[in-house]
Nanobody
Framework: QVQLVESGGGLVQPGGSLRLSCAAD????????MGWYRQAPGKQRELVAV???????NYAEFVKGRFAISRDNAKNTVHLQMNSLKPEDTAIYFC???????????????WGQGTQVTVSS
């Protein structure tokens, strides 16, 4: 069984910064992509950023230049550094990981429980 445990959300003023962290806990063979998604009230969940096992990154246009994703493969963790936050960044942020439970198994997407980020003065 695999769990993704998130931390780091909270309330911040516009222009401020937050750092989200997510750790994959459990027994598994490997992790492929790790990423962050967000869902604002009344909206669909959307991709924020993703990082491959090799370190390649991809960002949604609305966070380019402001957010940075990173991962530590040895610790099975992924982080999202969020700078210059705007009120429209307010959402629940979800960690995602493509986990291979055992060798030769396909990768399975796992989700964290979500962490609230609120940007408001």
């Amino acid at each position: 069984q695999v769990q993704l445990v998130e931390s780091g959300g909270g309330l911040v003023q516009p222009g401020g910064s937050l750092r989200l962290s997510c750790a994959a806990d459990g027994t598994f063979f490997s992790i492929n992509n790790m990423g962050w998604y967000r869902q604002a009230p009344g909206k669909q969940r959307e991709l924020v950023a993703v990082v491959t096992s090799g370190g390649s990154t991809n960002y949604a246009e609305f966070v380019k230049g402001r957010f940075a994703i990173s991962r530590d493969n040895a610790k099975n963790t992924v982080h999202l550094q969020m700078n210059s936050l705007k009120p429209e960044d307010t959402a629940i942020y979800f960690c995602n990981a493509e986990v291979r439970p055992r060798a030769l198994n396909p990768h399975i997407p796992y989700w964290g429980q979500g962490t609230q980020v609120t940007v408001s003065s």
